[in-house]
């Protein structure tokens, strides 16, 4: 069974930082919700986007695979990436797979 996935978007910094607060199973089945809430803001071009993961918050290795596409996409589009709200374990997998050579992990 698939547990779904909400993406609330918003600007903050004056339209210069999009953030995207993640509540719900960031997986293979989900990930193209996450990609379709950034690109319903391509053309506002963000300078920084901002990940905020809800405490629940799961992610396999599909939810991964996403992250990483987003996380090319940002690096070609020359924006920054911030992902806050990761568990310890979250974290390390994060560091573990490279996604903190291409986003600072924040609080």
Do not use: W
Not at 20 to 36: N, S, V
């Amino acid at each position: 069974m698939v547990k779904d996935i909400r993406i609330r978007t918003t600007f903050i910094d004056e339209s210069k930082t999009l953030r995207m607060t993640i509540r719900g199973d960031l997986t293979g089945a989900t990930g193209p919700k996450l990609l379709e809430a950034l690109a319903r803001h391509r053309k506002s071009k963000p300078g920084h986007i901002e990940l905020g993961f809800d405490e629940k918050c799961y992610i396999n290795s599909g939810g991964i695979a996403y992250l990483i596409d987003l996380a090319t996409s940002a690096r070609e589009n020359e924006q920054t990436i911030t992902a806050n709200g990761l568990s310890d374990h979250f974290r390390k997998i994060f560091n573990m797979v490279g996604l903190t050579r291409c986003m600072k992990l924040g609080d």
